[in-house]
């Protein structure tokens, strides 16, 4: 079951929705009443890839605001989101070796949440920064969105590096709140109110820090992986097959794994490339969709990431691209094959 939108307007991922619902009754909101004041069907929340109105997702947040009287609802929403998104990160983390490996894989926001905006790096002289550019004009006064994907940012990029990541400057595009308690707890940065452009701004330095998994093997399954796509004794020891798995692993999230990608990537040539897979009885499209189902399965496995996190893990733009190619491969859906 899906809910097309309005025309023009947008949507968003029902599914999204969840985590700030309980959190709004976690802060003693009902539910119902919340619901139905923004005009949001609750039933939607339970199917897989709903989509609703960009302008119920939006009343929904006033109503956050008002149904709880918290007007830190939106820090917390962050916090809530990096939880529930954190092994999607986190298997991003494990495939990718520095900060700067990981920020090129990592998914977009319209990919996980819909048509509301985009986190877009920002490069300045002295350090870069991770703008939030929303399609709708910011709001006058204090929002809950910006302060919900700020939150989520900041736990995102200080959550899977060896050393800490956090900001030194904190933009925020709304007037300054009364009370600046729960801002500075969640950044830990100065902040500069009334900004024309919402970001959160890092030192240059920091994209080489280590992922975590450098050091601890978190999540670090590649050897494991890697041997089930190359047959013969060369498989466990053939420095060359591993590095090619690894590589489309890391490229695959961001959508753009082809054999010129991954060639540039392995630092040789298109032409070696292709010379090496020959010689290893396949050719890179063979490669990839094996390489590709075989992660879906495994990932399916995994019932802590949802439809959505594994489609944007294989570089799928959409759910329903990767439910196509997975049923090419299995006869199943994602669904089904998750069912048995």
């Known amino acids: 079951m899906e809910v097309r939108d309005i025309p023009g307007e947008g949507a968003v991922y029902a599914r ?20 139905a004041d923004a005009g949001l069907d609750t039933s939607l929340l339970t199917v897989p890839d709903a989509l609703l109105p960009v302008s119920t997702y939006y009343r929904l947040q006033e109503q956050f605001l008002q149904h709880t009287g918290n007007p830190d609802f939106g820090l917390l929403s962050g916090r809530v989101s990096h939880m529930e998104n954190a092994h999607l990160f986190l298997y991003l983390a494990s495939a990718s070796q520095t900060l700067r490996d990981w920020l090129n894989m990592v998914p977009t926001v319209a990919s996980i949440l819909g048509d509301v905006g985009s986190i877009r790096i920002a490069r300045y002289r002295d350090d870069f920064a991770l703008e939030w550019h929303p399609l709708r004009p910011p709001d006058p006064e204090r929002c809950v969105v910006t302060d ?28 300054r709140p009364e009370n600046l308690d729960m801002l500075r707890a969640t950044f830990g940065a100065p902040l500069y109110f009334d900004q024309a452009v919402s970001g959160l701004h890092y030192d240059w330095k920091m994209l080489d820090n280590p992922q975590v998994h450098v050091s601890t093997r978190f999540y670090d399954t590649v050897a494991e992986e890697f041997s ?15 590095s090619l798995h690894t590589a489309i692993r890391r490229l695959l999230p961001a959508g753009g794994c082809s054999i010129d990608s991954i060639a540039a990537d392995m630092s040789v040539s298109r032409r070696t490339l292709q010379r090496r897979l020959k010689d290893r009885d396949t050719n890179f499209q063979q490669l990839l969709q094996r390489v590709k189902s075989t992660l879906a399965r495994k990932y399916l496995e995994d019932k802590s990431l949802s439809i959505i996190e594994i489609a944007l893990l294989l570089g799928y733009g959409d759910p329903s691209s990767f439910s196509a190619a997975f049923k090419s491969w299995t006869g199943l859906t994602p669904t089904e094959f998750r069912r048995q």
Request: proline content about 8%.
């Open 16 to 35: 999204a929705l969840n985590g700030p619902m309980d959190l709004a009754a976690a802060l003693g909101a009902d539910s119902e009443m919340l619901a």
């Open 148 to 175: 919900s994907l700020l939150s989520a940012a900041a736990l995102q990029m200080d959550g899977y590096c060896l050393l800490p990541v956090r900001p030194h400057r904190v933009d925020l595009s709304y007037p």
């Open 228 to 242: 089930a796509f190359f047959s013969g004794d060369a498989s466990g020891t053939d420095p060359f097959s591993l």
